[in-house]
């Protein structure tokens, strides 16, 4: 049976909630899961684990192909929060501003807040998972650490991928990009943003030192800057970048550092709008990745080119 969360829900410090393969989590308008303990979410390739918003009704006026976003808040991994894991779990149609008492709480589908136990294991890890139609962010970070692999995050109203005022994070054969919709514009804001530090006012901003390493990863969309890197220099910073698809007029600033990166050209993804980012035999990033030891399988399960692999979560096969 499916759950349905109506009002907020909370994973309390010290505790664990595992949400094995198969499960469906409907979320009420206004709502979310808050996490001060550890999630983990074991789903497998034949039967993820989905959130999604509680409303029906869209598919008898809209069809099934499209999901709304906003229908619901996301996950919200707060500072305590520590060893949160997520596989093979689909999220869509959040991304909403909620309530929490009386304080607003703003959009993401999956916010992790500052790594504040820094025991040397990510604060949340998150494999062969797909993020998609959230209403702002889709991954939002401060101050955090993470480690991305196998992932699509596409079609948000706002930044896909957010990973502001430092951190830690590793990115590897993700697909992360928008182009916009009937019900999501996109006009302001870039695909991915990386930088080490966040804007409190007009004048002000604070930071931290950010470590960030992304690898045959694919960050396209229909703006001219969809790949965003920027710091300021009172926090170290280090940025690296290897054998990935981007989109940024500009090319790669001259502080982030990398080799083997393909600037500008379309990925050539089979249908977006059936949600299919599969790529297209011609595709640039067919055969240009590198190897990743550890990771052997794609999104669809099936195993990467040992030799010359695909960039984005989908190896290619003809």
Known sequence: RPYVNMRNALVDL???????????????????????????????KEDSVVFQGDRLDPLVWIGDYLDIPGQWGGIYFTDESYNNEIDYAVFKNGGAVTKLGDRMVEGGTIQVDRDTVRNGIP?????????????TRGLLAYTSTIH?????IVECGQENVAL??????????????????????HSEYGSMVVQNYRPISQ???????LQAQIRNCIVYGS???????DYRPEYPVSIVVNNSLLRNKDGVPAFVTGSGNILNQDPMFKDR????YHLLPGSPAIGKGIVLPGITKD???????????TIGCFEYRE
Do not use: M, W
């Not at 099936?302 to 030799?307: A, C, F, K, Q």
């Open 14 to 44: 010290g505790q664990t909630l595992t949400i094995p393969a198969g499960v469906r989590v409907y979320v009420h308008q206004d709502s979310r899961l808050y996490v001060r303990g550890t999630l983990k979410i074991q789903g497998t």
């Open 123 to 135: 604060k949340l890890r998150i494999k062969n998972t797909v993020i998609r139609s959230s209403q």
């Open 148 to 152: 991305a692999e196998n992932c699509r």
């Open 164 to 185: 502001v005022e430092g951190g830690d994070y590793k990115l590897d054969y993700c697909t992360i990009g928008t182009y916009g919709s009937t019900y999501l514009s």
């Open 203 to 209: 004048t002000e901003y604070v930071g931290a030192p």
């Open 223 to 229: 703006l001219e800057y969809e790949a965003i890197f």
């Open 273 to 276: 709008a059936t949600d299919d």
């Open 299 to 309: 999104l669809d399960g099936y195993t990467r080119d040992g030799v010359a692999p």
